[in-house]
């Protein structure tokens, strides 16, 4: 670990990377791990664009709860420390498959959520925006124009955020350093962006739990 400090020090243009395991550590559940059914249903199904079309009772119901869970809890010492790192300049930017938005509530600033965000919900109709506590009030799903209100998480059946893709690429292709945190690095494009980096020349490290396709690319620290 000594060694992984020192990189960090002595880089500028480090990015980093986190998934579910950066979250379950603020007791956020990780439902994509979950292999319950929530009322009788399968969340993978429930967080699509088919439910929010077919199914928006309980489409709405299943984020009250993931709204609630994230309320209920916060951001921990990990997410300070990487806004740190961002502030003393040794990090280029944040590359996130969470949804939570606790790095930014953290302080960090250069966050690409490359799934979107739990914290604003959005109107279907006007496209304004939210912050998340609302969908928990009486008649929190609808916009004052009369629109039904989403999350702004990115559901299955939908194309990840242009901007944050493009955001995470150019960090990417600069980096001299790609650290992974808590994410198992099984889904595209997750995978895609240690790959590019570690090919344009950057040092690989992965923190995960769980061992990843990945590891053998990686430095050992
Ligand atoms: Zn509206």
Redesign the pocket.
């Known amino acids: 670990m000594e060694r992984l400090a020192q990189w960090i020090k002595e880089s500028s243009k480090c990015v980093v990377f986190t998934g579910a395991g950066m979250s379950t550590e603020s007791g956020l559940p990780d439902f994509r791990s979950q292999t319950g059914l929530w009322r009788g249903q399968d969340p993978m199904k429930l967080a699509s664009t088919h439910a929010l079309a077919h199914n928006r009772e309980d489409f709405a119901d299943f984020y009250r709860m993931r709204i609630e869970g994230l309320l209920a809890c916060e951001p921990h010492r990990g997410h300070y420390i990487l806004a740190d790192w961002e502030q003393r300049g040794w990090v280029r930017g944040l590359i996130t498959q969470n949804v939570d938005g606790y790095h930014q509530r953290a302080g960090s600033q250069s966050v690409a959520q490359l799934h979107g965000t739990l914290s604003v919900v959005r ?1 279907l ?2 496209g ?1 925006e939210y912050p998340c506590r609302k969908y928990l009030e009486e008649k929190g799903t609808s ?3 009369g ?1 039904f209100l989403r999350p702004g998480v990115v559901l299955f059946g939908e194309s990840l955020p242009q901007s944050a893709l493009e955001r995470a690429e150019a960090w990417t292709d600069e980096a001299d350093l790609f650290l992974v945190l808590g994410s198992s690095l099984q889904v595209s494009p997750a995978n895609w962006f240690p790959q590019r980096a570690k090919e344009r020349g950057a040092r690989l490290v992965i923190v995960n739990r769980d061992p990843t396709p990945l590891d053998s690319w990686a430095e050992q620290i």
């Open positions: 109107c109709r006007c304004a916009c004052a124009c629109g």
